[in-house]
């Protein structure tokens, strides 16, 4: 799981996560505005809400994240979970199900900083990709095409900061064994190294206790 305040590069490293370990990006916010674009009834209530910086209610997001969780193609090469749970209902309504990451990542980042990430921030519509204008600047011929989210304004992201600030410690609480604070305001390539040395730690200790299992199996 990778959690942070809005714009503390949790969709940048979640795309170096993911071309490093082959885990499947679930992004909350992604998932939900997908259900915008395509006007649902779930992306009309979600919009509501996204659009004043709040979260969206439960009935909406649970399930949808539930639901994505439980496709073949996570359950085959696992998953790594951006942006939820956000509250202790969000967080208990999947330790139901027995669901409890390895890894729990804090991003932390001066809300400053934050501030003039979310205003620098474009993303690239066809492509997918996010930049920075001063900090990771777009190539010269995307720049025509690239769009900026309606909730990255300075008010807006106030209001996500607040709402994050309001409801960190709540999910900290379900995470205490995994987690791992992460100092997110060095630049990109340093946090990235940051997050991959946890990982392949943890992959590399993972391996040596499934090998132990079987040379004790092996040897009963
Ligand atoms: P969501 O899309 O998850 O927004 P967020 O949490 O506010 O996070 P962001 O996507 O803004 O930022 P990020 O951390 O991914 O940063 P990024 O890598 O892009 O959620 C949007 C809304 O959906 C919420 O407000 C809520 O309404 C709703 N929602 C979502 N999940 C929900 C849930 N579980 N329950 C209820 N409602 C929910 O980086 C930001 C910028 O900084 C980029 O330009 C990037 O290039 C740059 N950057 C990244 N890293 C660095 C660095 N180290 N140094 C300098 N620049 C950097």
């Known amino acids: 799981m990778i959690s942070g305040p809005p714009a503390a590069g949790k969709g940048t490293q979640c795309e170096r996560i993911v071309e490093k370990f082959g885990l499947i990006h679930i992004s909350a916010g992604d998932l939900l505005r997908a259900e915008v674009e395509a006007g649902t009834a779930a992306g009309k209530l979600a919009a509501e809400y996204m659009n004043k910086g709040q979260l969206v209610p439960n009935k909406v997001v649970v399930d949808m994240v539930k639901h994505r969780l439980a496709q073949p193609d996570v359950q085959d090469q696992g998953w790594l979970l951006d942006g939820y749970p956000r509250s202790a209902d969000q967080a208990a309504a999947i330790l139901e199900e027995g669901i409890h990451p390895d890894v729990f990542f804090l991003i932390q980042v001066p809300d400053e900083d934050l501030i003039e990430r979310v205003v620098g921030r474009r993303m690239d519509p066809e492509t997918g990709q996010i930049y ?12 025509k095409r690239l769009i900026q989210r309606s909730d990255d304004t300075e008010e807006k992201a ?14 900290l609480d379900y995470y205490q ?44």
């Open 132 to 143: 920075h204008l001063t900090f990771k600047p777009p190539p010269k011929d995307t720049l």
């Open 177 to 220: 064994d995994v987690l791992v604070e992460i100092d997110g305001s060095q630049d990109i390539g340093a946090v990235g190294s940051a997050i991959e040395d946890v990982l392949d730690t943890f992959q590399e200790s993972s391996s040596l206790d499934e090998f132990q299992r079987q040379a004790e199996a092996s040897s009963a």
């Open 158 to 171: 106030k209001a996500r900061l607040e709402v994050h600030a309001g409801n960190v410690a709540s999910v």
